[in-house]
């Protein structure tokens, strides 16, 4: 797979002056219209908080992480641990915001209301502060592994809003790319990997924080993207291929490693790491099945089943669990990928404490 170097890519970085409970400067608006750009513009106003204050939610005890519906519009926690779990009340009043993403291991959460504008929330009961950037309608919102950056960006546009800092100080950017974007994920480091349309495939190209833009490698059918822990190694899944690689030094000398786990996946279409590096976990959409890859290469691929059909695979704890279906499909499934027997779970949406086990 050949890689290439190209320019450095322009980076106009903003800084804000708050805290996440208090955030302020610099607006970025994206807006979709011809050719997918998305259009900057910088402003200074105070920072703000919606019109409806989030309400105190009665949940108690551990916490797997959350769980956000399109449908209801809410933003509720998966309580207790693998095997013993359910869905609890919405920490976000209903209605108020139009899309959401969280992080368990930073406990925040990033609200987009109806308007574009987003907020970020210290989970799990916090106030939602306004932060300086709106977004267009529809716009993706994704967490690095740790949590402590983030991107929003809109598939088909070809810029991406970097949010680094997001526990301290936040800072906004706009990072544009070539051409129009398919998927797009991000480090811990705050490099953005984004896979661009290209025909029917998709190319990737990753751009570093400062500016440093390089081939990645490409796909005959995307079947996921995502960055390993705290690392820059980069996970790409080809759901034509049926195959898994490893992109290592994704921001420096991109370097692929192709895994072998071909005769296990089945058209997958999601894809994830433990944080802790060890393992790789995607989502079948040929058969019902989770695979667990070994990224220490100490035993082999494993396959799963699911009494479910996975559509997603997206952490919940650092600990090695992951959801595996939308909050709008059906009934809730997470994945315990660090168990010592792996197993899917489904989630109860009651007051009921019990889970069942495949």
Not at 55 to 64: F, I, K
């Amino acid at each position: 797979m050949p890689f290439r170097h190209s320019t450095r890519a322009s980076i106009a970085v903003f800084r804000t002056s708050a805290l996440p409970t208090a955030v302020g400067a610099c607006v970025f608006s994206l807006l979709s219209g011809c050719g997918g750009g998305i259009r900057t513009a910088l402003t200074t106003p105070g920072a703000s908080t919606p019109s409806t204050p989030t309400a105190a939610a009665n949940n108690t005890g551990p916490q797997l992480g959350y769980v956000w519906s399109d449908k209801a519009q809410t933003l509720r926690p998966v309580l207790g641990v693998p095997g013993s779990s359910l869905l609890g009340d919405s920490v976000v009043p209903a209605g108020v915001y139009v899309k959401a993403a969280t992080s368990a291991l930073s406990r925040l959460a990033l609200l987009e209301e109806t308007d574009g504008a987003l907020n970020l929330m210290t989970l799990p009961s916090g106030q939602p502060s306004r932060l300086s950037a709106t977004i267009a309608a529809g716009a993706e919102l994704r967490f690095s592994p740790s949590g402590v950056d983030a991107i929003a960006y809109l598939p088909g546009a070809s810029e991406v809003v970097l949010l680094t800092s997001l526990a301290t100080t936040p800072h906004i950017s706009t990072v544009p790319f070539p051409s129009a974007i398919a998927e797009a994920t991000v480090s811990d480091s705050g490099t953005i990997a984004s896979a661009l349309t290209q025909g029917a495939g998709a190319t990737i190209r990753t751009i570093t924080l400062s500016g440093a833009s390089f081939s990645a490698g490409s796909v005959v059918a995307l079947g996921g993207l995502a960055f390993v822990g705290s690392t820059e190694n980069l996970l790409l899944a080809d759901s034509a291929q049926n195959s898994l690689i490893l992109i290592q030094n994704s921001s420096s000398a991109p370097a692929p490693v192709l895994l072998g786990s071909a005769s296990l996946l089945k058209a997958p279409q999601g894809i994830a790491a433990t944080h802790d590096g060890h393992w790789a976990i995607l989502s079948n959409s040929g058969d019902t099945n989770i695979v667990r890859v070994d990224l220490t290469s100490n035993s082999a691929p494993q396959v799963f089943a699911c009494a479910c059909q996975p559509a997603t695979v997206a952490p919940l704890s650092g600990l090695g669990v992951f959801r595996i279906t939308t909050a709008d499909t059906g009934p809730a499934w997470i994945f315990d990928a660090a168990a010592s027997t792996p197993r899917a779970l489904f989630i109860p949406a009651s007051a009921s404490p019990s889970a069942v086990t495949q």
